[in-house]
């Protein structure tokens, strides 16, 4: 009797459920890392985004520590370093973050994302890791650049300014969610470059304090950037400014449960 190719074929299967479909989405931590990797290639991708977390606070410590602007004192890079990464920070976290987000939303970027397997807590923690990333570059490029200008920290300084750097960031990316996800793109791009300009000019004010009658100081601690550069000027003199971090703490939570309730992916 012959064997035909049906009775081969018949003859040759495969164990019941090799081939069972089994459709579960990857491991959180591998989403994350995915997620993370892609936000960080789009911020390092885009020029305004560079321009605002590069380019300025630059050219903002360069310029204030060589050119004789004010009165600074002798150790001008001292007085310059916690204001311009408060604008590092601010710039990447708050402004850069909000807009982004924005026009996310706009696009429909948020909403395809939100379709994946990808969770929401995925999306906005790969977003905020992303920002972290970038402040860590802008921290180390920043502090590389002061010392050549002459800005000699002690340990101590250094691990309290990245107790308030990671805690700034925190802060001002929670605001920058806020914003982001709940106004229209073009109202986001207007208001977070605005408010931008305003914070950068009252955590200048820290600049002056010396100058400065006590009680002002303590109204510009109260906001976000002059508690970001009060608490950064306190640590490279070796204290801590604790009023300046419990400020920090409560805009972040004010910040962290606004956009809880009210950010919207659409």
Known sequence: ????????LVDNRFAPGTFTPDPRPNAPA?????????????????????????FIPI????????????????ARVDSVLPAVM????????FTGQAIAVGFDRRYGAL?????????????????SAAV???VVM?????????????????????????????????????????????MRAEIVLALANIVWFVLLGIGSVVLLDDVLPEVLVHVVRLVPSGALTLALDTAIAGGVDW??????????????????RWFRFT
Do not use: H, Y
């Open 1 to 8: 009797m012959s064997v035909t190719p049906r009775d081969r």
């Open 30 to 54: 591998k989403m994350l890392a995915a997620q993370t990797r892609m936000e960080l290639t789009l911020l390092l991708r885009n020029g305004e985004q560079l321009l605002l977390t590069m």
């Open 59 to 74: 050219t903002l410590l360069v310029g204030l520590t060589l050119l004789p602007i004010g009165d600074l004192g002798e």
């Open 86 to 93: 408060m604008v590092a920070v601010m710039s990447t976290a």
């Open 111 to 127: 909403k395809r994302i939100g379709a994946t397997a990808l969770p929401k807590w995925g999306i906005i923690a790969g977003k």
């Open 132 to 134: 972290g990333i970038v």
């Open 138 to 182: 802008q921290s180390i490029l920043l502090g590389a650049i002061g010392l050549a200008l002459g800005w000699r920290p002690t340990l101590l300084g250094l691990l309290i300014g990245a107790v308030g750097i990671a805690l700034g960031t925190v802060m001002f990316a929670t605001l920058g969610l806020l914003l982001g996800g709940t």
């Open 243 to 260: 009023l300046s971090l419990v400020v920090m703490a409560v805009w972040a939570l004010i910040g962290g449960a606004a956009a809880a």
